[in-house]
């Protein structure tokens, strides 16, 4: 079994204020991950902080998981995640500012998911989802700070790539990443 998880427990600090409920092409833009995952047909989760409103989302069939630490960086919520997974095939991981990745390309990874750390790029830049199998799980758990997996994917041999369009890379940091598109 494959798990599916949202990472949404940043602070926004680039963004100005909690980006995550801030519409995008008329709704909030941590839903349109949710609705890719949902989608998926998989038990998924999302991993968020307690400073958003979250009657403005619609979680559908996802476990909440509250980050409470979201101080020490990616890596937390990266852990909590893990952590929720124990015991499963693989993680795959979203990042809940990637408005843009749609069910074709979370299918694909989720096809091509089995003993190697699966993810797309875009003209030699990692995109997400990311699937991580379970052998890598432990060593995951002990990342630090706010830098995710990125240690942990460049380190390994066993990683399988594929060529995708820039929606892979595509993430909201600022506003003007997404203005005039409410």
Do not use: H
């Not at 998926?40 to 403005?56: F, H, P, Q, R």
């Not at 095939?89 to 979203?94: A, K, L, P, Q, R």
């Amino acid at each position: 079994m494959i798990v599916p998880a949202i990472l949404a427990a940043g602070k926004s600090k680039r963004f100005g204020s909690q980006k995550l409920i801030y519409l995008y092409k008329g709704k909030p833009l941590l839903q349109w991950t949710i609705d890719t995952v949902s989608a998926l047909k998989a038990k998924g989760i999302v991993v968020i902080s307690e400073n958003v409103d979250l009657s403005l989302i619609n979680f559908k069939t996802l476990k909440v998981l509250i980050n409470k630490r979201v101080d020490l960086g990616l890596s937390e919520s990266v852990k909590i995640a893990l952590l929720e997974t124990k015991g499963k095939d693989g993680i795959m991981i979203f990042l809940g500012d990637m408005p843009k990745i749609g069910l074709n390309l979370a299918e694909k990874v989720f096809e091509m998911a089995g003993e190697k750390i699966v993810f797309p790029i875009y003209n030699g830049v990692k995109g997400f989802p990311v699937y991580i199998p379970s052998k890598y799980f432990d060593e995951a758990m002990k990342i630090e700070g706010d830098k995710g997996l990125r240690d942990l994917l460049i380190s390994k041999s066993d990683i399988m790539t594929f060529e995708w369009g820039e929606e892979c890379i595509f993430d909201v940091d600022f506003l003007k990443d997404i203005e005039g598109t409410c």
